[in-house]
Each structure stands twice: as C-alpha cells, then as structure tokens.
C-alpha cells in the first residue's frame, strides 16, 4: 500500500516537512477501515495504534495533525491519484471478461459548497460480481456522464467485458468506444431516447399480447410474424423485504424493430423489454396475507400504495425500461445482466453513504481524494469479506479490522495477492 501512495506526488511544494505524505495517507486507509470514517477519528485511532503502525511506517514525528492531512488531501492531484488507484485494483482484478458497471454517485453534502447547488459527482467503474470499485472519476453533475463515460472506458481493459451503464450512457459515441475496445454492452433505454423507447414500449407490449394468444390459440396470426419467431419472454417473482416482487423480461433479435438500429446503431444485435411490479405486502388483523395480484393493482392500487403510473425512476411501484445489446441474448440473461448492474446501489452506493457516511461528508477541496480514501478502505474489506476472513456484514468487517492487528498486517503492509 505505501508504495502506491508514495508514487503520488506530495502537493506541499518541497519544502520541509514533518509528516510524510505517503504515510499520512496509508493512515488515513487505516483509520476508515477500522471504521472510523471521519479524519480526524482515523488519526486518532492511529495515534492510539503508533506502536503497532511503527512496525511497518516510519512515522518519526507521530501522526500528523489534523490541518495537515487536510492539507495533504486538498492538494493531492485528483487524476494522478485516481490512476494510481486504478493501478492497485489492477494488480488485485483483472478486468479483461468480467462484467462491468458504470454507475455515477453524488457527493450530496458538498452540494451547498458548490455554484448553482448542484451536487458535485463521481462516475464509478465496479466489478459486478464481486463489487469492487475498478476505477473512479470526478465529474462536475450527472450531464457530465455521457463526455466522462468514454474517458473512464479508456482507462480500462474491457477487452470480452460487458459494460452497463444507466440510460445516461446509452450514447452511439460511448457503443463504438466499447466496442473499439473489444468490448460488449447492455445498455438501458429511457425517455431520453424518446423514439427508440417508444418502440420498444409498443412492440414488445404487443408482441407479449401476441406470445399469450399464440399459446391459447395454434391458428393466431401475431402482427409481427418475423418478430416474433426471435422473441423470448421469461416471468421470475420474487418476494423482496417487504414487497412482492414481479420481473417479466422479453428480448427478440429482430433489431429492425427500432429506427435507430436501421442507421445508427447497425451493430445492435438484441433489442430487450423489461417489466417491473412491486407490490407492497398486506396482511389483515388476523395476520394473513392478503397481498393483491398484478391485475388487481395495476387497475386498483391497494391500501399501502395507489394505482401505480409508469415512470422510469428507481424506487417506484411500475418500472419499465427498455435494453439494447451487440450480443444475442436470452430473456433470463438480459434479466440478470441489467439486475446485477444495479447490485452497485447496494453494494457500493448505499455502504458508502451509511456505512462510510460519503453523503454527510462536507469536504470541498478534498472531496474527491478523500471517496478514493474510501474506497481503499472499501475494497480491502470487501475482498476480506468475500475470501471469509471478516465478517460478511460491512461495519462488523470494520470492527474485525480495529480488533484484529493480523488482519491489517495482512491487507495492508504485506499486499494483496491477485483475486482473479
């Protein structure tokens, strides 16, 4: 670890200085990955554990004070240091055949220190998989996404990956920037690409209607014959917390069925339609469910939720969003592809802002050095985790870490060998 943080230039201009840099930041990655997941806690942490660190880092005058990590962090060269976290991830996954998800997440208490109240940004690269973050870069607000998508691709090896993105991404520049790379994609397709939407709202509605009737009935003819001999459906349900949970994902590799893939997306293969229901559960004074079909409340709503309307936004009852790829893809493969894409709000998102507390974090000019801080600290114990050495649970990982000086020895001072 302090090799890498060594490779990145100290910003405090050559001059004397007491703390060395490289070494302010390996505590720092230290102190959050004990949980402390404030500054000032993870150097005060450390200051408690300077015998130990002392076995590893020089540290000749302590634990540097709080001004001077601050210091270090706001001027710390954002991009160099994103490399050089992009150099670590490299050495421990490869990210050649893997699936990966593009995703961007706001830095929502650094929004009131920034011009127009817009909340400053980070587009974050993960592995699907295992949900370790590949690479990270800052961009100013989510219309940024669709210039800084192509430059994060760069940066990456995505030669046999698959690459998702949210509808942001689904751009014809950043499908020929993949595939140039040798790379594949499955990409949403929202209301920000009205027409291609549209169609794919309407053709897959009725062919479905036509799927149905064909099974009732040998001689129906469906409106679309040719569709509808490379059309697939598949029907998962799925009881989900506190909610049922109802997936009906169709895909046919008839791609002519969108204007767009005529001209200017040739290299489209499947064209896909997925149909999202979450109905809350019920249960009535003598505790049995009494929950209504998808029938019932989508005419009616229920006693927990009103009739529910069609939007694309996550969260909402009625979720319908259509998928391209430059692969042929089955129904159920499309359907795991664009589940697993959104795994990164629970697995990457949702830990940062509770776990790590990123959305309370009123740091401005340090914002984007101090989430890569974090995400050393989360990558480390996610790998931990899934090789079985902590806890499966994020802050009882964090507590194994601050107990346990082997597994900081181990994660930290001796390296991570390659979890391929």
Not at 245 to 273: A, N
Not at 347 to 368: M, Q, Y
Not at 375 to 387: E, Q, S
Request: proline share 4%.
């Amino acid at each position: 670890m302090l090799e890498y943080m060594k490779a990145v230039p100290d910003p405090r201009c050559g001059r004397e200085t007491k703390h060395d840099h490289a070494e302010v930041l390996v505590c720092l990655i230290i102190g959050f990955l004990a949980g402390r997941t404030t500054i000032r806690r993870s150097l005060k942490w450390c200051k408690k554990h300077l015998e130990e660190l002392r076995e590893y880092l020089p540290l000749k005058n302590g634990i540097a004070s709080l001004s001077t990590a601050c210091r270090i962090l706001s001027g710390i060269d954002v991009e160099l240091f994103a490399l050089e976290f992009m150099e670590w991830s490299g050495e421990i996954l490869c990210t050649k055949g893997i699936h990966i998800s593009i995703d961007g997440k706001a830095l929502r208490a650094a929004m009131e220190k920034v011009k127009n109240f817009r909340a400053p940004m980070v587009l974050n690269a993960i592995d699907a998989a295992t949900g370790l973050v590949l690479a990270q870069l800052p961009i100013q607000n989510k219309d940024c996404g669709i210039k800084a998508i192509p430059e994060l691709l760069r940066l990456l090896d995505i030669q046999g990956s698959i690459v998702t993105t949210d509808a942001i991404g689904t751009q014809t520049r950043i499908m020929e920037q993949i595939l140039s790379q040798e790379g594949h994609f499955v990409l949403m397709v929202k209301k920000n690409q009205p027409q291609s939407y549209d169609e794919i709202v309407k053709y897959f509605e009725e062919m479905s209607q036509d799927h149905k009737k064909m099974k009732e009935d040998k001689n129906y003819r469906p409106r679309y014959p040719q569709m509808q001999e490379k059309y697939e459906e598949v029907i998962q349900q799925e009881r989900n917390r506190d909610r049922q949970e109802y997936r009906f994902y169709s895909v046919c590799t008839e791609c002519g069925l969108l204007t767009k893939t005529q001209k200017e997306w040739p290299f489209v293969k499947t064209v896909g339609f997925s149909r999202q229901i979450r109905i809350p559960v019920e249960r009535d004074e003598q505790g049995s469910d009494i929950t209504p079909d998808t029938k019932t409340f989508l005419e009616k709503g229920s006693r927990r939720s009103p009739k529910p309307v069609q939007d694309e936004e996550m969260g909402r009852d009625l979720l319908k969003t259509g998928m391209i790829s430059d692969m042929e893809l089955g129904a159920e493969e499309m359907g795991r592809i664009k589940r697993e894409h959104w795994s990164v709000e629970n697995r990457l998102h949702h830990v940062l802002d509770d776990t790590f507390r990123e959305d309370r974090s009123p740091a401005k000019k340090s914002k984007n050095n101090l989430a890569l801080i974090r995400k050393f600290a989360y990558n480390i114990l996610r790998i931990a985790m899934l090789t079985g050495e902590c806890s499966k649970i994020m802050t009882e990982a964090m507590d194994d870490f601050s107990d346990d000086p082997e597994l900081r020895k181990k994660y930290v001072f001796n390296g991570i060998n390659s979890f391929y």
